[in-house]
């Protein structure tokens, strides 16, 4: 990347500023994959079709993008939620009665779910299944690289279902992506069908939604979940995966529980903003920040039935 090709840093003005430590975890926390960090502590990356780069300053958050890309700023300001709404949310957390969370919340002050693109995001999950979030970094870049627009600087979009429909065999296997090459073809060639599909699912209701994105291959309860969540804003979306169950069950006493089961005391327990608590109970137990066993809710939640 040269360096000539930046903008020179610039303030990013936003309603509650974002530490180093949260930003390193929203940027690098399995919500997007497109972020990469730089040896001066800056993170770079691409949502949609912008290339930009942040990082913590002396007067808070700083930003500089592509000369000419008139747009960037604003698209920054969108995806990291500058206007704060997701802060209101915040506070209105149980948190105050919930130990847990309430440690979760303060390891990550800030911490937000990032407004992404669904395409982008759909990509990005179906490439999640059993691997760690580098890994998931690794086929993304490939995919990007080998099918995508440049976009500058050595960077590239992410490929369109086309691109990635007609792609050979060999190149999808030299992203990495083992089986995964077959939900994503078999995703491509379906939402082709459908060049309006990312309006048609948007305009459902966050259930229908759900049942929708379970018809693509490759897509199960979790990965619905997660690009409900992080791909189409649907922040009373919970998903579940290891260090969820995790966290739920030492801390909030439901070892045993099937994940449907954890899903459905999320949703009840953390209510509108469940989504965001669930990134701070992710984010807490993937590094450490929850002591297993330690921490229970006074009040023990009733056992939601299982689902039919």
């Known amino acids: 990347m040269a360096a000539a090709e ?3 840093w610039r303030p990013l003005r936003l309603a509650e ?3 180093a430590g949260t930003l390193a975890e929203q940027m690098d926390g399995g919500q997007s994959f497109r972020w990469s960090r730089e040896a001066a502590g800056s993170w770079v990356g691409v949502f949609g079709r912008t290339l930009a780069a942040v990082r913590p300053g002396p007067q808070g958050l700083e930003w500089r993008g592509l000369p000419g890309a008139t747009q960037a700023e604003a698209d920054l300001r969108r995806y990291l939620d500058a206007e704060g709404s997701q802060a209101k949310l915040s506070e209105a957390l149980p948190w105050r009665s919930d130990p847990v969370l309430r440690a979760a919340r303060a390891a990550y002050p800030g911490l937000r779910i990032l407004r992404q693109d669904p395409h982008e995001t759909l990509i990005g999950f179906l490439c999640s299944s059993n ?3 580098v890994q998931i970094r690794v086929m993304v870049a490939a995919l990007a690289d080998k099918l995508g627009e440049p976009l500058g600087a050595g960077f590239h979009a992410m490929p369109t ?6 792609a050979e065999d060999a190149t999808l296997r030299a992203c990495s992506l083992g089986y995964r090459a077959a939900y994503l073809r078999g995703t491509a060639k379906q939402l082709l069908a459908r060049p309006r ?3 048609e699912f948007a305009a ?3 259930a229908a939604l759900l049942e929708e994105l379970q018809t693509l291959p490759g897509v199960g309860p979790k990965v619905a979940a997660c690009v409900a969540l992080f791909g189409f804003g649907r922040l009373e979306s919970f998903p579940v995966d290891t260090w969820v169950v995790q ?4 801390a909030y006493g439901l070892r045993g529980w099937k994940p449907a089961q954890l899903e459905q005391f999320g949703k009840a327990h953390f209510g509108e903003a469940a989504g965001l608590a669930q990134q701070y ?7 450490g920040l929850l002591s297993r066993g330690a921490v229970i809710v006074p009040t023990k939640p009733t056992r939601p039935r299982p689902r039919k």
């Open 197 to 199: 599909w990312a309006e």
């Open 6 to 8: 930046w903008t020179s």
């Open 161 to 166: 279902w086309q691109e990635i429909a007609r």
């Open 281 to 287: 109970l992710f984010s807490a137990a993937r590094n």
């Open 17 to 19: 500023d974002i530490p």
């Open 131 to 133: 691997k760690r979030i």
């Open 247 to 250: 966290a739920l069950g030492d």
């Open 204 to 206: 459902l209701p966050t």
